[in-house]
């Protein structure tokens, strides 16, 4: 996989499709970077698992992102000022390539939208000592190897639905954050 070209399909694909986005006003707006970083012939993901200490989603692999704050100035905005706070990522680092799809949660009541961004390089990123309790990196490539998704189907009132997964290196990223990955790898395809 050459990450300049990867790059160059994923942004115009993303800025090309129309983009699926959840209305809800019950639900709280939220919006998580999707990082990939590298350049040549590599690209890795960064994830984090959430530390014991944080009120929400104690102990799971996510994205940096959160709730959207009145000051923000849109779903890129808050996405990039997480990052900074979870991750030390210096939001003049992150080119935008776009926008997946909204993923609605049920049980924390979120609308997330994710936003992808490429950072070139190897940036030194620094764990917030209350949110974070590590940082993942993983090769982007290595998430489409055989066996790392698994797919679980379930029907319910008539409507199907897939619960996604993602297992690798004694990581286990599932829920909304699945359903992320999922929709990038998608988009790469």
Known sequence: MIANDVLCALRTHLRERTRSEAAD???RPAAVLVPLLGDGDRLDLVFFERSAVVLEHKGEICFPGGSAEAHDRGAADTALREAHEELALPREL???????????TTVSN??????????????QLVADRI?????????????????????AVSERGGARRERYAYTFDGNHVWGATARIVHSLLAALR
């Not at 992150?94 to 609605?104: F, N, S, T």
């Not at 979120?110 to 940036?123: D, E, L, W």
């Not at 993983?138 to 489409?144: D, F, S």
Request: charged share 20%; hydrophobic share 45%.
């Open 94 to 104: 992150v080119d935008v390539l776009g926008y997946l799809d909204d993923v609605p």
């Open 131 to 151: 949110e974070v309790a590590r940082i993942i990196r993983v090769p982007l490539a290595r998430l489409l190897e055989p066996g790392v998704e698994s797919i």
């Open 110 to 123: 979120y609308v997330i939208t994710p936003v992808v961004g490429h950072v070139t390089g190897s940036p």
């Open 25 to 27: 006003p019950q639900a």
